[in-house]
């Protein structure tokens, strides 16, 4: 679901997951509220609904595969914060490594907020993992529950929305004079045949 966006003599490529931020607020409390069994379908306003459609289309596109170009470019900017980044060459071969490892670790999940959550670990055991270049298990170790997030919010918000979709049970009708006759007449030959056991 790639744009192309055509300028002049440029082709700019608009990433998928460029729209995509976390649902946060009111489409937040949603799919809590659902995971938890507090969801109402009264609650599901339509504008809730449209919020939640268009949330959705972000997330979906985030959860797209990535290709290699989104993990090489990735790679490129990581390679300006460590301290042992290869070659670039070296580099662009080790991305078909990464992009192997990291199958299904979606494009939403190579953003720069992931890029800097690596750079920003915590020394383990003296070593500084966030200065590194990554191994390419730890590299997927890192992204894993970006991508299970993103994975989770796609689920919760279909959830919501087959919610909003399933039919309507129609109203009861109130009874009107003679059903409320013949219910008393059958609770009164109930009453009476119990009596005559008894």
Request: aromatic fraction near 6%; proline fraction near 9%.
């Amino acid at each position: 679901m790639t744009q192309i966006i055509h300028r002049t003599s440029a082709v700019v490529t608009k990433r998928p997951d460029a729209e995509y931020a976390p649902a946060s607020g009111d489409i937040r409390a949603l799919i809590e509220a659902k995971r938890e069994g507090y969801l109402w379908r009264n609650d599901l306003t339509p504008g809730r609904i449209a919020a939640v459609r268009q949330q959705l289309a972000a997330a979906e596109a985030a959860a797209m595969p990535c290709p290699l170009l989104g993990v090489k470019t990735w790679l490129g900017h990581l390679a300006q914060f460590v301290t042992n980044a290869p070659a670039p060459e070296a580099r662009s071969a080790q991305a078909a490594i990464f992009a192997e490892v990291c199958s299904d670790i979606p494009v939403g999940a190579w953003t720069p907020e992931t890029r800097i959550a690596w750079i920003r670990q915590p020394d383990r055991n003296g070593y500084p993992v966030g200065s590194r270049w990554p191994a390419p298990g730890e590299l997927y170790t890192h992204l894993l529950p970006f991508a299970e997030a993103i994975r989770a919010e796609v689920a919760g918000l279909r959830e919501i929305l087959a919610m909003a979709e399933t039919p309507r049970e129609p109203e009861r009708k109130r009874p009107d004079r003679a059903e409320l006759a013949r219910a008393g007449a059958l609770a009164d030959a109930v009453i009476r045949e119990l009596r005559a056991v008894e």
